[in-house]
């Protein structure tokens, strides 16, 4: 039985810019409708603002560098792959659109101001790496092998 064969409900099923978006949504329900988890922060438009946009370049870099591989972007269907990206921003991360979303949650809950909100990052990672990351690491791991297990002990999951 391969490793796609044997993936639980929720393995690759909801593209990660969904569950992004959920996760945002969620964020600002929370930030809107339960006002004892607001706080003041100084400057925190500028601050929220330029965390974002760190965030968003990171994830458009690791898409541009698949890109420039040639490979898959599609993160539901990681066996569509045709080679493991290990340079430019994937020598520090191995899953910087990933990091690039979580780095724009942060964002955004400094934006909100609110710390209930900001509470729900911890959970988005915890998802990612249980339904998105792992499904993605052992499906990739049959398909490339010692090369990509290799590039896995070299490099981070996040940072």
Same mark, same amino acid.
């Given at each position: =039985?391969?490793? /796609?064969?044997?993936?639980?409900?929720?393995?690759?099923?909801? &593209?990660?810019?969904?569950?992004?978006?959920?996760?945002?949504?969620?964020?600002?329900?929370?930030? $809107?409708?339960?006002?004892?988890? @607001? =706080?003041?922060?100084p400057?925190?438009?500028p601050?929220?603002?330029?965390?974002? *946009?760190i965030?968003?370049g %990171?994830?458009?870099?690791?898409?541009?560098s698949?890109?420039?591989?040639?490979?898959?972007?599609? &993160?539901v269907?990681?066996?569509?792959?045709? $080679?493991?990206?290990?340079?430019?921003?994937?020598?520090? @991360?191995?899953?910087?659109?990933?990091?690039?979303?979580? /780095?724009?949650?942060?964002?955004l809950?400094?934006? *909100?101001?609110? @710390?209930?909100?900001?509470?729900?990052? &911890?959970?988005?990672v915890l998802?990612?790496?249980?339904?998105?990351?792992? &499904?993605?690491?052992? %499906?990739?791991?049959?398909?490339?092998?010692? $090369?990509? *297990?290799?590039?896995?002990?070299?490099?981070?999951?996040?940072?």
């Open positions: =039985m391969s490793n /796609i064969e044997k993936m639980s409900y929720l393995e690759l099923k909801l &593209p990660p810019l969904l569950v992004l978006l959920l996760f945002i949504f969620c964020m600002w329900l929370i930030a $809107t409708k339960i006002p004892f988890g @607001s =706080m003041s922060l400057y925190s438009f601050l929220a603002m330029i965390i974002a *946009l965030g968003a %990171i994830a458009i870099a690791g898409v541009m698949f890109r420039n591989a040639k490979t898959t972007v599609n &993160p269907k990681p066996e569509a792959s045709t $080679t493991i990206v290990s340079s430019g921003i994937y020598q520090i @991360s191995r899953n910087p659109m990933y990091l690039g979303f979580v /780095i724009l949650l942060i964002g809950s400094i934006f *909100l101001s609110n @710390s209930l909100a900001f509470m729900l990052v &911890p959970f988005y998802y990612m790496n249980r339904f998105q990351i792992i &499904p993605e690491e052992r %499906i990739l791991a049959d398909k490339f092998g010692d $090369t990509y *297990l290799s590039y896995k002990q070299s490099v981070r999951r996040w940072l």
